[in-house]
């Protein structure tokens, strides 16, 4: 299932400014 970082925000409850800190950290998002 893909999911984009909308989606991801709402699953994990983050912003999309953390998704983007996450993936500048390395997670494979």
């Known amino acids: 299932m ?3 970082k ?3 925000a709402d699953i ?3 912003s999309i ?3 983007q800190n996450w ?3 390395g ?3």
Do not use: D, H, S, Y
Request: proline share 6%; glycine share 6%.
């Open 2 to 4: 893909e999911v984009n």
């Open 6 to 8: 909308k989606q991801l």
């Open 12 to 14: 994990f409850g983050a």
């Open 17 to 19: 400014r953390t998704i």
């Open 23 to 25: 993936q500048e950290q």
């Open 27 to 29: 997670m494979p998002v």
